[in-house]
């Protein structure tokens, strides 16, 4: 057997291959440097692809080439990837933020030899971890801890809820949204010995504090909601440490992840096992695949309880890099074949835990 022309041709197949992101929440740009300087390191070359429906030249400018995910009418955005992929020998796909849509083709992305990261695999998981109430519901299902949740659809069933639970803290958010959209401490339960101050949550926002009837008053009274019903949830607040955890997973299984929790602007980088011992069969329940990112917080006892899980890279992923673990080329230096599969006891040994603080930065976009 002639293995010199077997190895030529294999090398001729990766050094054709592409990686493609697609348009992301925040980690995009982040995610692209470090596939070039992977790329830099490594010995088979390879295409990085990014896109995106606006012109970002600040996050096109670690891509090799661009791509519009909005340039065809008469194509959908899944279908419009789906065929400038095949045209660049695209191996791995990871889909940002409209995962829901390329899942419902899996099959065609497979058919052409696609590997497809949407955060999970299959459309239901998926709406699943998108309805925080449903998602509650399935954790429950699966004894993971999960932090307990109420839903209400309108002013009389919120007045319900707050007659049978307000004598502990609680909090509200929407049931669906991300980036702790409508997220608000009220202030109710034992444990509050005064009102929240009716201008001091308008003047320091970011506390995410609001008077309990200023709340109901403003839900009420919506135009917006009127308008447009946005479905809510009323929670106990927790009021332990909070945690971020990015993810590289496959079919359910971690392979790689990094916990990560925040003291005032400090970003604390390492490998908590506490926290994964609820993150990992978190994973296996909704069979997560790719790189997702998982939030949980710590009740009065210091049980970890979840609060949900992103079905896409966490804006701070970059943070990882700090750690001596950069999870971005962890997974995709495996998806494109380029190492072997992770092992998640390997890669904790690898970690050096580390304290990081984020800063701002600007790139210039256009002469």
Not at 175 to 202: C, M, N, P
Not at 225 to 238: A, K, S
């Amino acid at each position: 057997m002639d293995t010199s022309n077997s190895n030529k041709n294999n090398s001729e197949q990766a050094k054709d291959s592409a990686v493609w992101l697609a348009e992301g929440q925040s980690s995009q740009r982040d995610m692209l440097q470090s596939l070039q300087a992977l790329k830099a390191k490594s010995e088979t070359p390879f295409t990085i692809i990014a896109s995106h429906r606006q012109n970002r030249p600040e996050i096109f400018e670690f891509a090799d080439k661009v791509y519009s995910e909005l340039s065809e009418p008469s194509l959908s955005r899944w279908q419009l990837v789906l065929e400038q992929a095949q045209k660049n020998k695209v191996k791995v796909l990871l889909t940002g933020r409209n995962s829901i849509d390329y899942e419902a083709q899996r099959d065609k992305f497979a058919a052409a030899g696609i590997r497809l990261l949407t955060g999970a695999t299959s459309v239901a998981a998926l709406e699943s971890i998108d309805d925080k109430f449903a998602f509650m519901q399935h954790c429950q299902a699966h004894d993971i801890p999960v932090a307990a949740a109420w839903r209400f659809d309108n002013s009389a069933e919120l007045n319900a809820l707050l007659s049978k639970h307000g004598d502990q803290p609680l909090c509200v958010k929407p049931v669906t949204g991300i980036f702790a959209q409508g997220f608000w401490r009220l202030d109710t339960g034992k444990a509050d010995h005064e009102q929240y101050d009716s201008f001091e949550h308008l003047y320091f926002t970011d506390s995410k504090k609001i008077s309990t009837d200023q709340f109901v008053n403003a839900y009420a009274n919506s135009k917006m909601v009127h308008e447009r019903p946005i479905p809510m949830l009323l929670m106990p607040y927790l009021a332990g440490q909070e945690y971020s955890i990015d993810v590289v997973c496959e079919y359910g299984e971690v392979l790689a992840a990094i916990t990560r929790h925040k003291t005032g602007k400090v970003q604390h980088i390492g490998y908590d096992e506490a926290v994964m011992e609820v993150v990992i069969p978190l994973i296996k329940a909704f069979n997560c695949d790719g790189i997702v990112s998982v939030q949980t917080k710590a009740d009065d006892n210091g049980q970890h309880c979840v609060l949900e899980i992103n079905s896409r890279p966490s804006g701070g992923i970059g943070y990882t890099a700090h750690s001596g673990v950069d999870l971005t080329q962890v997974g995709f230096g495996y998806w494109l074949g380029l190492t072997d599969k992770p092992k998640l006891a390997n890669i904790v040994k690898q970690i050096k835990p580390c304290q990081v603080r984020s800063i701002m930065t600007s790139v210039k976009i256009e002469d």
